[in-house]
T-cell receptor, first 112, second 112 residues
Framework: SQKIEQNSEALNIQEGKTATLTCNYT??????LQWYRQDPGRGPVFLLL?????KEKRKERLKVTFDTTLKQSLFHITASQPADSATYLC???????????FGSGTQLTVLP | NAGVTQTPKFQVLKTGQSMTLQCAQD?????MSWYRQDPGMGLRLIHY???????DQGEVPNGYNVSRSTTEDFPLRLLSAAPSQTSVYFC???????????FGPGTRLLVL
């Protein structure tokens, strides 16, 4: 079955450094991948979408890449801040274009 | 919370009890979904609806019923709660672009 896999280990980085989170997909080829941010006790919030024919997309300090050869997306936060601490979820389209398959998320902590 | 309201925020049930989780949006979005989120497993799709009067099953529909009598409301019913249904439940709608999900704040359910 189609899967979206994220590194379940928490990631700790120092403030000001670049955080890089990984999302791998298996058993299918998503037309697009999305990244969401989730804070404790809250619902996920959409951050970025990247399509399979796009190599890279940026939004302010965020950058997402899509490598169809490696079947992988990388999510980067540059000049990270403690306020960036959250769980980040990767999702790919599945079934109909409006359904999503989610990874389990990676918890990021930015240390001051 | 992106214009999605969910009630209650927290609920404790005994095994075998029934309850309805409420979800409402007031922006006339057609496509709505229910997900459950469990530790280490990411968000999994329970049921979805493409418009009033139309619902369909997602990845984990067993033990849950839904209805969509109006565009605004999409309730999720547990007919006979089981401890395996202890989870956090999120309702969402799909934005006008047909790809991005907008989530409510969630309902935390504990079944004893």
């Amino acid at each position: 079955s189609q899967k979206i896999e994220q590194n379940s280990e928490a990631l700790n980085i120092q403030e000001g450094k670049t955080a890089t989170l990984t999302c791998n997909y298996t058993n299918y080829s998503p037309a697009y991948l999305q990244w969401y941010r989730q804070d404790p006790g809250r619902g996920p919030v959409f951050l970025l979408l990247i399509r399979e024919n796009e190599k890279e997309k940026r939004k302010e300090r965020l950058k997402v890449t899509f490598d169809t050869t490696l079947k992988q997306s990388l999510f980067h936060i540059t000049a990270s801040q403690p306020a960036d601490s959250a769980t980040y979820l990767c999702a790919g389209n599945s079934g109909s274009a409006r359904q999503l398959t989610f990874g389990s998320g990676t918890q990021l902590t930015v240390l001051p | 919370n992106a214009g999605v309201t969910q009630t209650p925020k927290f609920q404790v049930l005994k095994t075998g009890q029934s309850m309805t989780l409420q979800c409402a949006q007031d922006m006339n979005h057609e496509y709505m979904s229910w997900y459950r989120q469990d530790p280490g497993m990411g968000l999994r799709l329970i049921h979805y609806s493409v418009g009033a009067g139309i619902t369909d099953q997602g990845e984990v529909p067993n033990g849950y019923n839904v209805s969509r009598s109006t565009t605004e409301d999409f309730p999720l019913r547990l007919l006979s709660a089981a401890p395996s249904q202890t989870s956090v439940y999120f309702c969402s709608y799909t934005g006008t672009g047909g790809e991005t999900q907008y989530f409510g704040p969630g309902t935390r359910l504990l079944v004893l």
